[in-house]
C-alpha cells in the first residue's frame, strides 16, 4: 500500500500497489549531514507506516535544486532559474508536503530562501493551496522556533494550507538510532503527523463518495 522514494540511492521502501497520493518531503537545508533532513526522513517513514490507504512519500534533497544567488539583475540577465522551475515541478505533483526547517541566526538556510526566492518568481502560490506538516529541529533548546515563526507567518501567503506542527529542540540529544527518544514528543510528532494524515483521509472518503453518486 505505501512507497518511500527519495532522490538518493538509499530508497526505503518499494511497492507495485497503486499509488493515490503523494507527498513531497524536504530538509529546508543543504548540508550533507542535516539534521532536518534526517527527521524529514524519518516523517515520511512514518507517514507510509501508519497511512491506511496508498501513499507515495518522495524526500528531495536541495543540493539537486541549487541556484544562482537571486537578484532582479541576475534575474533580467538569466531569465529564470532552471532548477526552480524543477522543483516548482515537485511541488505541483504533490498532494501535499512535509518540510524540515533548518534555522540560521533565526531565519531560513540561505540555499532554501534562495530556491525559494526563485521559485517565487515563477509562481507565487507555489504550495497550491495543498497541506502542509511543518517540522524543525535544531541542535539548541528551542529546536527552530524562530525559523518555524517565519515559515507559519510566511507559508500561507505562498499557498501554503499548514495542517499542523512539530519542533524537535536539542537534536543530537533527542534523536537516537534514527528515532524520538523521548515518549511525550514522539506522541506530539506523531499526533502533528495524523493530522496532516487525516486531510489525505478526508479526500479519500469525499472520493469514494463521489464515485459512489456518480454510479447511481
Ligand atoms: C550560520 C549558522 C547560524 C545558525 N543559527 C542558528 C540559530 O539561529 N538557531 C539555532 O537554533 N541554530 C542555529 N544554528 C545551528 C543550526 O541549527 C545547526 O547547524 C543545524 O544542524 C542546522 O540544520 P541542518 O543540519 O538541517 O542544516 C546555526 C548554524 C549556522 C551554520
Request: glycine share 24%; net charge neutral.
Given at each position: 500500500m505505501t512507497s518511500v522514494t527519495t532522490?538518493?540511492?538509499?530508497?526505503t521502501e518499494t511497492t507495485t500497489t497503486e499509488t493515490t497520493t503523494t507527498v513531497v518531503a524536504f530538509a529546508a537545508s543543504t548540508s550533507t549531514t542535516s539534521i532536518n533532513k534526517q527527521l524529514v526522513t524519518f516523517a515520511a517513514n512514518q507517514l507510509t507506516s501508519v497511512s491506511e490507504k496508498a501513499v507515495s512519500a518522495k524526500v528531495l534533497d536541495l543540493n539537486d535544486y541549487l541556484c544562482p544567488l537571486f537578484s532582479e539583475d541576475m534575474e533580467k540577465a538569466i531569465g529564470k532559474a532552471e532548477s526552480a522551475e524543477a522543483f516548482l515541478t515537485e511541488l505541483q505533483a504533490a498532494d501535499g508536503f512535509i518540510i524540515s526547517l533548518a534555522e540560521h541566526n533565526g531565519n531560513f538556510a540561505a540555499a532554501f530562501k534562495n530556491l525559494y526566492d526563485w521559485t517565487s518568481r515563477l509562481e507565487?502560490?507555489?504550495?497550491?493551496?495543498k497541506p502542509m506538516l511543518l517540522l524543525s529541529t535544531s541542535?539548541?533548546?528551542?529546536?527552530?522556533a524562530s525559523v518555524m515563526q517565519i515559515a507559519q507567518a510566511g507559508f500561507p501567503r505562498m499557498g501554503a494550507n499548514i495542517i499542523s506542527q512539530f519542533s524537535l529542540p536539542r537534536f543530537h540529544e533527542a534523536f537516537v538510532d534514527g528515532t524520538i527518544t523521548d515518549k511525550t514528543q514522539y506522541n506530539d510528532f506523531l499526533a502533528a503527523l495524523h493530522a496532516f494524515q487525516a486531510t489525505f483521509k478526508a479526500t479519500f472518503q469525499a472520493t469514494a463518495r463521489h464515485n459512489t453518486d456518480t454510479k447511481q
Open positions: 532522490t538518493e540511492t538509499t530508497t507565487r502560490k507555489m504550495f497550491g493551496d541542535p539548541g533548546q528551542f529546536g527552530g
